[in-house]
Structures are given as structure tokens and as C-alpha cells.
């Protein structure tokens, strides 16, 4: 395989309706919506697209046929727990990562950065890398840019990302500040070892930080645009800022990136958010979000978040949502659900984790379809009227604890 085998063409029509930058609607047409196509060695994947995530090269409680039959194109691994458990060498060995865990298209893998980061007092961190102790065994391990860098070629993954440094939310302008230029210096050596590595047929995305200042913002998206990466990132996002903030800044990046590149806003995975960063010119997404909360018995619906395990819920023959294609909504009521919830069997979280990606990923073809004909506000408009986002206060607090949990 060489570097041909992966690229990115827009195939979004030449006039496409697009809010206007300067009103409360959204963003101008240099980071309007846009449908395309990303070719990889392991298969094509249309945008705006969602990935759903495979952290230890699995999909919570789903095989890798559920999760294609749901709609999902290209899964994102997590290369911190791989190298750890079972070891990349072990992987690369199986086949790659495909050949591993039995799936038949595209896989990114992220760096392994946020996941030594969260290691909070188990780690330290300087300009060379991050130093940690596994959460597994206690053994210490270094991870440098070079390191990330060769851990992803080994897991043999179609898209491999920068190693960066993470922020927590609330941290000050001097923090912020440092963490970007240490990024700036970790993608220029990321860049450097992929070159020189021959492992062209794998693309190596760079990642913009900056938090919501959007002076950092606006420098790091220029720094990161001028090295030729095969695609890019916006980090640092989903943290716990408000969602004016995340979409101001997404906006803003969208617009300062190569247009003929693939751009993906990291860790994002709410409906809404996935309408509104779209909008604003994201063509990839990755989250937990809807796997986790399914888990948790919250299944999306057109109307908004719902808690199957209510008691409501409970003689309602009725599948969740009426017009769902999901293999769950097809053949399962929602008071089946309910019971399942409540006695806690495992079928629930299975059968909730189906119904969550299958609307997500139906959203983004739907998405898809309405740019390339091109009636996307129209869609967005009716996307806001009938959804009903989870409030924003609790949503905040829950995102403060989970991130608190993980040493953010």
C-alpha cells in the first residue's frame, strides 16, 4: 500500500445554503456544511460521519457486525490501552487491528495523550513526554511523540493521531498557553517520524489546541495548517465548556484549515452538537457518549433523551421510537426494555448501545443527504424544533464529575 490509498475529496455542491458568520445562526460558507468522501486502504467512509468508539478494540458489549450493521463506517481504538493490554507488537503480529478484533473497514486510533494525561498523580509530563504508571500493573512507561507515533504504526490503524497535550477545563491562559506550544512542538515531531517511517499508506492528523481563547485558537490552527498533514484534528473541545463556546470555537478553527482536508472535532457525540458542528464544517466525530449513556438505560429519540428504566415505560408495546430501523426498534418493545433495565440483564445495555448508534449514524446520513441536496438548513431547522436537548446544567455537572473521575 502506499500514501495513494488514502485521500479526501468534497463532493458538496458549489452553492450550499449557510448561516451567516456574523448572526446567532452559525457559521459563513468558508466553513460551511459539506458532504465528502475518505478513502483508506481498509474501505471508503462517507462524510460528515461518526465513529463510533472501540476502545479496547471492541464496541462496549457489540460484535463488530452489530456495529456495521448499525451504520458505522470507521471505529475509533485506543492506542494507550492497546499498548498496554494486549501490546501493539501482539497486534501488528495478529494482522493489524482489523485482523484483530474481526473488522472489515477503517480504524483510527487516537494517540494514547489523554489517557496518560488522566493518570493525574501518576504521571509526569515535560517537553520530551508523558511518564506514567499503567493503571493495570503499576509498571512505568514513557510516552514521547515518537513513541505514539510508532505505537499507532504497529497497531497498523488507516488514521493515526499527533500525541498533544490535553488541558482540564478552567485552566488558566499561562496552562493553556504552554500546553499548545508543547503540542506545536510534539506535531512537528510526530510529522518528522511518520515521514521517515514509510508507513504512508497510514494518516497522521494533527490536532489544534488553544481551549476557548481565540487568539490560541486562531494561532494554533495556523500552526498546525502549515504542516502538510493528510487531515485535522480540533482538540481540547467537550471538556466542560458551555455549547455557545464550543461551537464559537469550532466555527472559528473550521474556517482556518485546509478546505481540501478532512476535519475532525474530537469527542463530541450529543445529537445536537453533531447537528451544530456540521454545520460548521466537521466532517468526523468520535464519542462514548451514546454507547455510555445507553448503558445507563438513556436512549436517544427525534423528541430528545429518554430514561427507558422509568416505569412508564413499562407497558408500552410500542418499540421506542416508532420510526427507528434499529435492529432493537424492529423487533422489541420498550416496555421489553424497561424489564430488561430493571432486572438487570445484559440484553438491555446491548440492545440500547444498538439503538443509540444506529440513530446517531442515521443522523449523519441523513445529514449527509440533505447537504448534497443541499436543503441542510431545512433539515437542521427541523432537527431543532422536535429535539430537545439534555439541560445544560446538568449536563455541565455530570461532564465536571466524569472528567474529575478521570483526573481531568
Known amino acids: ?14 452553492e450550499i445554503p449557510a448561516p451567516d458568520a456574523d448572526s446567532d445562526n452559525g457559521p459563513s460558507q468558508s466553513n460551511a456544511p459539506r458532504a465528502g468522501e475518505l478513502r483508506t486502504p ?64 477503517p480504524v483510527l486510533t487516537d494517540s494514547g495523550g489523554f489517557q496518560a494525561f488522566s493518570m493525574g498523580a501518576l504521571r509526569r509530563m515535560d517537553d520530551n513526554g508523558i511518564l506514567f504508571r499503567s493503571h493495570i ?16 504504526h504497529q497497531i497498523g490503524a488507516d488514521v493515526i493521531m499527533c ?26 515531531q510526530c510529522y518528522q517520524h511518520h515521514a521517515a517511517s514509510g508507513k504512508g499508506s497510514q494518516a497522521l492528523f494533527g490536532i489544534v489546541q488553544g481551549g476557548t481563547f481565540e487568539d490560541l485558537r486562531d494561532a494554533s490552527a495556523r500552526f498546525i495548517a502549515d504542516i502538510q498533514f493528510q487531515g485535522y484534528a480540533i482538540g481540547g473541545l467537550a471538556v466542560g465548556e458551555s455549547k455557545a463556546d464550543m461551537y464559537q470555537t469550532t466555527g472559528q478553527v473550521t ?40 448503558r445507563n438505560g438513556a436512549l436517544f429519540t427525534s423528541l430528545g433523551r429518554v430514561d427507558i428504566t422509568k416505569a412508564r415505560y413499562l407497558e408500552q408495546r410500542d418499540p421506542v421510537e416508532n420510526d427507528c430501523d434499529c435492529y432493537t426498534c424492529r423487533n422489541y418493545t420498550a416496555g421489553y426494555l424497561c424489564h430488561l433495565f430493571r432486572a438487570k440483564e445484559m440484553l438491555g445495555a446491548r440492545l440500547a448501545s444498538i439503538h443509540n448508534l444506529r440513530f446517531v449514524l442515521r443522523l449523519m446520513a ?25 439541560d445544560e446544567a446538568a449536563r455541565q455537572e455530570q461532564k465536571t464529575k466524569w472528567l474529575k473521575a478521570r483526573g481531568g
Not at 500500500?1 to 458549489?14: E, H, K
Not at 494507550?80 to 501490546?87: A, Q, S, T
Not at 503499576?138 to 505505537?151: D, I, Q, R, W, Y
Not at 500525541?163 to 512537528?188: K, P
Open 255 to 294: 474556517a482556518l484549515l485546509p478546505q481540501d482536508k478532512p476535519r475532525y472535532l474530537m469527542g463530541v457525540g450529543s445529537p445536537e452538537d453533531l447537528v451544530e458542528c456540521v454545520a460548521r464544517g466537521v466532517d468526523m466525530f468520535d464519542c462514548v457518549l451514546p454507547t455510555r449513556v445507553a
Open 1 to 14: 500500500m502506499t500514501a495513494n490509498d488514502f485521500s479526501f475529496d468534497v463532493i458538496t455542491p458549489s
Open 137 to 152: 500493573d503499576g509498571s512505568e512507561h514513557f510516552l514521547s511523540p515518537e513513541v505514539a507515533t510508532h505505537n499507532q
Open 163 to 188: 500525541l498533544d497535550q490535553c488541558i482540564s477545563f478552567g485552566a488558566t491562559r499561562n496552562e493553556v498557553t504552554a500546553a499548545m506550544e508543547r503540542t506545536h512542538r510534539w506535531a512537528e
Open 366 to 390: 441523513e445529514m449527509r443527504i440533505a447537504i448534497v441536496e443541499e436543503r441542510f438548513e431545512e433539515f437542521r431547522r427541523g432537527f431543532h424544533e422536535s429535539y430537545v436537548p439534555t
Open 42 to 105: 481498509h474501505g471508503l467512509m462517507l462524510t460528515p460521519a461518526f465513529m463510533p468508539v472501540a476502545t479496547q478494540a471492541s464496541v462496549k458489549g457489540l460484535a463488530p457486525e452489530e456495529v456495521r450493521a448499525a451504520g458505522a463506517q470507521m471505529v475509533l481504538s485506543n492506542a494507550y490501552h492497546l499498548y498496554l493490554r494486549p501490546g501493539v507488537d501482539t497486534v501488528d503480529r495478529m494482522g493489524g487491528i482489523q485482523h484483530f478484533m474481526g473488522w472489515e473497514g
